[in-house]
């Protein structure tokens, strides 16, 4: 019954997508300060000192509000791209996120190569229906890689990208995109962290602070 009433595309699928939007958060939630889960947002935004204006870009970009390191600075004026393989969380972004470029992508370190992506349906994204009924989509996935994707100068790029994130950051072109601020997600110490360190002040990023597994890297002037 409820894959029935909520496949993609159903009128139910619509309404349930608006009534996440609009009434859980729009309403019942539009008092939060913070709609990061460490209170990353509040950070960036004293980073980038109230800035009303600018450019982002998140990778593996989930959910429009919920959790969102750049809701808050859409919310002042600015506005980018996001980017995630769920195509349930590309709808609400474009929904909720109209200005912006949305995208449904499995970005990677290798472009074309078709590989297994499994998502939860709209309530990994959403969070709205019990873990009992969550519904477990599998499908190929051609991947893309960032210079494919993104062609423009930002200030801001978020990584969240679920242990990937040094096999796509390191085929960013640091010398060519130079954001003031990059916030990844880094969720064990070990060899993948050192990676990432080692990458990043190679680059030219300095680390500056991290807020649970968030941790954020400026960059050095020349």
Same mark, same amino acid.
């Given at each position: 019954?409820?894959?029935?009433?909520?496949?993609?595309?159903?009128?139910?699928?619509?309404?349930?997508?608006?009534?996440?939007?609009?009434?859980?958060?729009?309403?019942?939630?539009?008092? !939060?300060?913070?709609?990061?889960?460490?209170?990353?947002? !509040?950070?960036?935004?004293?980073?980038?000192?109230?800035?009303?204006?600018?450019?982002?870009?998140? !990778?593996?970009?989930?959910?429009?509000?919920?959790?969102?390191?750049?809701?808050?600075?859409?919310?002042?004026?600015?506005?980018?791209?996001?980017?995630?393989?769920?195509?349930?969380?590309?709808?609400?972004?474009?929904?909720?996120?109209?200005?912006?470029?949305?995208?449904?992508?499995?970005?990677?370190?290798?472009?074309?190569?078709?590989?297994?992506?499994?998502?939860?349906?709209?309530?990994?994204?959403?969070?709205?229906?019990?873990?009992?009924?969550?519904?477990?989509?599998?499908?190929?996935?051609?991947?893309?890689?960032?210079?494919?994707?993104?062609?423009?100068?930002?200030?801001?790029?978020?990584?969240?990208?679920?242990?990937?994130?040094?096999?796509?950051?390191?085929?960013?072109?640091?010398?060519?995109?130079?954001?003031?601020?990059?916030?990844?997600?880094?969720?064990?110490?070990?060899?993948?962290?050192?990676?990432?360190?080692?990458?990043?002040?190679?680059?030219?990023?300095?680390?500056?602070?991290?807020?649970?597994?968030?941790?954020?890297?400026?960059?050095?002037?020349?």
């Amino acid at each position: 019954m409820i894959k029935e009433k909520l496949k993609r595309g159903s009128i139910f699928y619509k309404l349930y997508l608006y009534f996440n939007i609009f009434i859980r958060y729009k309403i019942l939630k539009r008092h !939060l300060k913070t709609y990061s889960q460490f209170g990353e947002d !509040l950070f960036i935004d004293d980073f980038f000192q109230n800035q009303k204006e600018g450019k982002y870009v998140d !990778l593996g970009a989930f959910h429009p509000m919920r959790l969102s390191n750049t809701f808050l600075l859409h919310k002042k004026g600015w506005s980018g791209t996001n980017i995630d393989f769920n195509p349930i969380s590309i709808d609400l972004f474009n929904i909720a996120r109209k200005k912006d470029t949305n995208i449904c992508a499995l970005i990677s370190d290798q472009s074309d190569i078709y590989k297994n992506a499994n998502y939860e349906h709209a309530w990994s994204a959403a969070n709205s229906i019990s873990s009992d009924d969550k519904l477990t989509i599998k499908k190929k996935m051609k991947t893309e890689t960032f210079d494919r994707l993104i062609n423009h100068n930002f200030d801001f790029l978020n990584i969240d990208l679920e242990g990937h994130d040094y096999k796509v950051l390191k085929t960013i072109n640091l010398n060519k995109f130079r954001p003031s601020l990059i916030c990844i997600e880094i969720l064990h110490d070990g060899p993948n962290k050192d990676n990432i360190f080692n990458h990043m002040n190679f680059n030219k990023f300095e680390f500056i602070k991290n807020l649970g597994p968030s941790f954020f890297f400026k960059r050095e002037e020349k």
